[in-house]
C-alpha cells in the first residue's frame, strides 16, 4: 500500500507562490507516476498536473499552464508543485495521487493511490 502526504498549503495573495510537496511510502517512488489534483467547494475534483516515472514527460491543465511546475525527486520520495501568480480560483484542496505505471491520466479514475489533500486558499 502506498501513502501519500501532502504538505505545503497555507493562505497567500493574489500573485502570490506556494510549494506543495507530496512524500510517498511504501512502493518504490520510481515505479509511481504522480500527480495532482485539486476540489474546489461545490466542484468536482480535477486535474492539474502529472508527471511520469522518470519525470520525462509532464502535462498541465490549460488553467494552470505557464503559473505551475510540476518535478519529482526520486531519491527523496517526494513530488512538488511549484504555484505562482495565483489566483483566487486557483483556490481548493490540492490532492496527491499515484499510479502504478508509466503516467496517469487526467481522470480521477485513472489513479491508484491518494493523500488526504491540503489546503489552498488566494485571498483578493
Known amino acids: 500500500q502506498v501513502q501519500l502526504v501532502e504538505s505545503g498549503g497555507g493562505l497567500v495573495q493574489t500573485g502570490g507562490s506556494l510549494r506543495l510537496s507530496c512524500a510517498a511510502s511504501?512502493?518504490?517512488?520510481?515505479?509511481?507516476?504522480m500527480g495532482w489534483f485539486r476540489q474546489a467547494p461545490g466542484k468536482e475534483r480535477e486535474f492539474v498536473s502529472r508527471?511520469?516515472?522518470?519525470?520525462?514527460?509532464?502535462s498541465y491543465a490549460d488553467s494552470v499552464k505557464g503559473r505551475f511546475t510540476i518535478s519529482r525527486d526520486n531519491a527523496k520520495n517526494t513530488v512538488y508543485l511549484q504555484m505562482n501568480s495565483l489566483k483566487p480560483e486557483d483556490t481548493a484542496v490540492y490532492y496527491c495521487?499515484?499510479?502504478?505505471?508509466?503516467?496517469?491520466?487526467?481522470?480521477?479514475?485513472?489513479?491508484?493511490?491518494w493523500g488526504q489533500g491540503t489546503q489552498v486558499t488566494v485571498s483578493s
Open positions: 495521487a499515484a499510479f502504478r505505471g508509466v503516467v496517469g491520466g487526467i481522470r480521477v479514475q485513472s489513479w491508484d493511490y
Open positions: 508527471i511520469s516515472r522518470s519525470g520525462g514527460s509532464i
Open positions: 511504501g512502493r518504490t517512488f520510481s515505479t509511481l507516476a
